[in-house]
């Protein structure tokens, strides 16, 4: 059974100023899920504080802090998406007694409605293992009306893991919809690391059609190629979810994750990746995931976390 909990203003608090200049001067925190059905442009977001897919996948727990950390480090982060957009916080899914399963069902029921009622959902993790609960809304919908959804990840692991005891897990999502979506699976994975993913694992990649740029090709000296790479996939769909796993960045940027590696791509590539995407006007819905407060230092992986999602609003709504 998944719990709702109700946004907290105290997370969208900053500096003061006479005319409304940063984000908490323009986030309304909405309570009960009344979606708004204003007209123009609008940014949902939802908390994911779940770590139970991480444990299941033997990572460190410590991400369920994650989604209001973001919050707090996005309230004091200078706006400049523009004044015809409107944010929401709808507050957080949350889990109780360890039922993973029936969550995601209700983050997938929550985010088809975000679409339907016009938002661009920003999901906030917690675990990977939200990308299979957002995935499948996403792919729900769009195959309902005819058009191909795109998934790019950047990210060390395909998370094409299968499932332990029949169960789900942080490892798994994107194994659980190319076997829940097989002729509606189409999958991009930008910075996967060879050390992190056994033989097995790029196996299963070529099993379900999944592309991906290894780790070695993953460099601002190769972005041309990169360019070229991304283009291609998103020619071949309608729409595009982005999923950004902090644990894909290098520690040196990205400390405090579940899973984290000194080999990993740099922010520059990262953004670079984000500008493309968004100008594609391609890109639907957008999900952080796997900072763990617990480990971070000087919060810097929870401000990249956040300029992140800054940075790729700002680009879409430019």
């Known amino acids: 059974m998944a719990i709702h909990s109700n946004p907290n203003p105290e997370n969208w608090t900053g500096r003061k100023s006479e005319h409304p200049e940063y984000w908490h001067q323009f986030v309304h925190c909405v309570s009960d899920l009344n979606f708004s059905h204003k007209d123009g442009r609008k940014i949902g977001i939802l908390g994911y504080p779940v770590e139970e897919g991480v444990r299941r996948n033997q990572g460190r727990p410590g991400t369920k802090a994650a989604p209001t950390i973001i919050r707090n480090l996005l309230a004091s982060t200078a706006f400049h998406l523009g004044e015809n957009v409107s944010i929401y916080d709808y507050g957080d899914i949350s889990i109780r007694e360890k039922d993973l399963e029936g969550t995601q069902l209700k983050v997938s029921e929550i985010l088809q409605k975000l679409i339907l009622s016009k938002h661009f959902p920003v999901l906030l993790g917690g675990g990977h293992d939200l990308a299979y609960a957002h995935g499948k809304g996403l792919i729900s919908h769009f195959k309902s009306k005819g058009e ?97 796993d902090l644990d894909g960045f290098s520690s040196a940027f990205a400390p405090g994750v579940s899973a984290p590696s000194p080999m990993g791509f740099s922010p520059q590539i990262a953004f670079k990746v984000f500008e493309l995407i968004a100008k594609s006007k391609k890109l639907i819905s957008l999900d952080v995931v796997e900072l763990n407060p617990r480990f971070d230092q000087d919060q810097a992986t929870a401000r990249l976390a956040a300029r992140c999602v800054e940075y790729v609003l700002r680009k879409v709504h430019a």
Do not use: C, T
């Open 148 to 244: 191909k959804l795109g998934i790019i990840n950047l990210d060390a692991h395909f998370d094409l893991r299968p499932l332990v005891n029949g169960k789900g897990h942080s490892g798994s999502p994107f194994y659980q919809l190319s076997e829940e979506f097989p002729n509606d699976f189409h999958y991009l994975a930008l910075g996967i690391q060879r050390a992190a993913n056994p033989l097995s694992l790029f196996q299963k990649a070529k099993e379900v059609k999944a592309k991906h740029l290894v780790m070695e090709q993953f460099r601002l000296q190769n972005w041309e190629y990169i360019e070229e790479q991304i283009i291609w996939f998103l020619d071949s769909v309608n729409k595009i979810y982005l999923s950004i």
